[in-house]
Structures are given as structure tokens and as C-alpha cells.
């Protein structure tokens, strides 16, 4: 029987990065979603016709969807007001860039991400959170919808 090879393709997952950028002193979230996935996501979340790689609004729709299912919230679950600031196809991955200025003070991150695991029960969802201590790592995955990380206090 040949269901492992079939459902390899069936993987739902995508990538996330939160950046701590001291350059900019934002934090920059850059979302990487397979763009097999986000076509077969634009044809349900909207209709048939949508069309990811071709049609920019589809583009823009898709991009918003995906901003607005993930969340920031500081120690004290004050929601950090995230800005979408673009979006882009490249190879096989659509991207979807949000923003936000860093916190004076941030002892930790609580962090919800749900796009897709709406259509796709199985989708799962990891965040690399760098620029902010050691590389830490949060995966969405089945029923989990908050997430945190802590950052060490410089003393």
C-alpha cells in the first residue's frame, strides 16, 4: 500500500520568525506558507476562482486572513498592535510580513497563531522566535492555541 508516500504531500505546515531586530528596534514577523497549501486555502476561505499566484487581490486577502489569525501579547496580555506591511510570492512559498515596535520592557512573549488550522485540523504551525536570547522555538499543533517564551533579564 502506498498511503505513506501520499500522504507525504499532505503535510500542512508553515514557518514563522519572529525577529527581534535592534537595528529597526520593531519586531518583524515573516510567515512562510507553502503556496500549494495557500492555493488550495484561497479556493475555500473565498471561492473557486481565487487565484493566489495571478490575482493580487487574492494576494492581499490571503495576506490579511494570515495577519489577523496570529497575535502577539505582551507578560501582561496587552495585545501588541501588529501592522501587516506586505506580502509576496517566491519559488514555492507565499510570505506574509507583519511588524510591530519592541515593548521598552518585555519579560515575555504569549503568542496565538491559527491560520489555515481552521480549514486544516492537522496544520501545524512553528514559530522560531529569535533576536531576543537563545533561539527559541513554539509549535501549533492539534489543539494548542496559546503559546509562550520568556526572555532572560539582563542584570
Given at each position: 500500500m502506498t498511503t505513506g508516500i501520499a500522504s507525504a504531500h499532505q503535510i500542512k505546515a508553515a514557518i514563522s520568525t519572529v525577529l527581534f531586530n535592534p537595528r529597526t528596534e520593531n519586531i518583524e514577523i515573516m510567515h512562510r506558507f507553502n503556496l500549494h497549501?495557500?492555493?488550495h486555502a484561497v479556493k475555500t476561505l473565498f471561492d473557486k476562482q481565487s487565484d493566489i499566484l495571478k490575482d493580487a487581490q487574492t494576494q492581499q486577502r490571503f495576506a490579511e486572513y494570515a495577519a489577523q489569525r496570529f497575535s502577539?501579547?505582551?507578560?501582561?496580555?496587552?495585545?501588541?498592535?501588529?501592522?501587516?506591511?506586505?506580502?509576496?510570492?517566491?519559488?514555492?512559498?507565499?510570505?506574509?510580513?507583519?511588524?510591530?515596535?519592541q515593548p521598552p520592557s518585555l519579560e515575555g512573549l504569549r503568542v496565538r497563531h491559527d491560520a489555515l488550522r481552521d480549514l486544516w485540523p492537522a496544520q501545524i504551525n512553528t514559530i522560531n522566535v529569535e533576536g531576543k536570547g537563545e533561539l527559541q522555538t513554539l509549535e501549533f499543533r492539534d489543539n494548542v492555541e496559546l503559546l509562550k517564551v520568556s526572555f532572560e533579564q539582563a542584570h
Open positions: 497549501d495557500a492555493e502577539l501579547f505582551d507578560s501582561k496580555d496587552q495585545s501588541l498592535a501588529l501592522k501587516l506591511v506586505g506580502f509576496e510570492v517566491e519559488g514555492k512559498h507565499f510570505w506574509v510580513y507583519q511588524e510591530t515596535e
